[in-house]
């Protein structure tokens, strides 16, 4: 399995463009989603998607569009660029697991995407 | 205020060092997740944590629910250790397992010295 991979690793954009950054898990997860990551912050839910064709905003969706039309792919669109949303980006699927006693879950990430907006 | 808060920011060691890095959490949860991620950017999944105690090789990772506090430790702790490691919690009962509303601590830096 290749986990989950995410593309590009790094992209400059000037002010206005738009792109998409592209995820995609090769385990089945239903839960997918995407975070951004901030100097002195924690990570910041973006959107996320509990199954195909579902999705929901998180924490600070603004400026970002999420589709799921498979299980697969997650992309996440920046519609026209902001140096605000100059951070790394990191997709991400999980797997639970809910026992009678006790539940299990792991998160597994993609490998960043390093954007700056000029 | 954040909801997860760990301790220290920064913690640096001399190599065969016992490591122990904080996160202690305000609210309610149903899960608390440990997290590393290396200088290249990776994230990993250390571990998942309702209850008790978990071990892996020289990672340990307890959580206290009646206190709400978690601690990661390293044993014999080697430079490869060295990353930023972050706590996570899953806010509420188990009912909000698959849905994505994990809180992030900011990471604790770790510095293993040769």
């Known amino acids: 399995n290749a986990g989950v991979t995410q593309t590009p690793k790094f992209q400059v954009l000037k002010t206005g463009q738009s792109m998409t950054l592209q995820c995609a898990q090769d385990?089945?997860?239903?839960?997918m989603s995407w975070y951004r990551q901030d100097p002195g912050m924690g990570l910041r839910l973006i959107h996320y998607?509990?199954?195909?064709?579902?999705?929901d905003q998180g924490e600070v969706p603004n400026g970002y569009n999420v589709s799921r039309s498979t299980t697969e792919d997650f992309p996440l669109r920046l519609l026209s660029a902001a140096p605000s949303q100059t951070s790394v980006y990191f997709c991400?699927?999980?797997?639970?697991?809910?026992?009678?006693?006790?539940?299990?879950?792991?998160?597994?990430f993609g490998s960043g995407t390093q954007l700056s907006v000029l | 205020k954040n909801e997860v808060e760990q301790s220290p920011q920064n913690l640096t060691a001399q190599e065969g060092e016992f490591i122990t890095i904080n996160c202690s959490y305000s609210?309610?949860?149903?899960?608390l997740h440990w997290l590393q991620q290396h200088p290249g950017g990776g994230i990993v999944s250390l571990f998942m944590?309702?209850?008790g105690k978990k071990k892996h090789g020289r990672l340990i990772a307890t959580i206290n629910i009646q206190e709400k506090h978690s601690s990661l430790h390293i044993t014999a702790s080697h430079p490869r250790d060295s990353a930023v490691y972050i706590c996570?919690?899953?806010?509420?009962?188990?009912?909000?397992?698959?849905?994505?509303?994990?809180?992030f601590g900011t990471g604790t830096r770790l510095t293993i010295i040769p």
């Open positions: 609210v309610g949860i149903s899960a």
């Open positions: 998607s509990v199954g195909a064709g579902i999705t």
């Open positions: 944590l309702s209850s």
């Open positions: 385990m089945n997860h239903e839960y």
């Open positions: 991400a699927s999980s797997y639970t697991i809910q026992g009678a006693l006790q539940t299990n879950e792991k998160l597994f």
């Open positions: 996570a919690v899953r806010i509420g009962g188990r009912t909000n397992f698959g849905n994505e509303k994990l809180t």
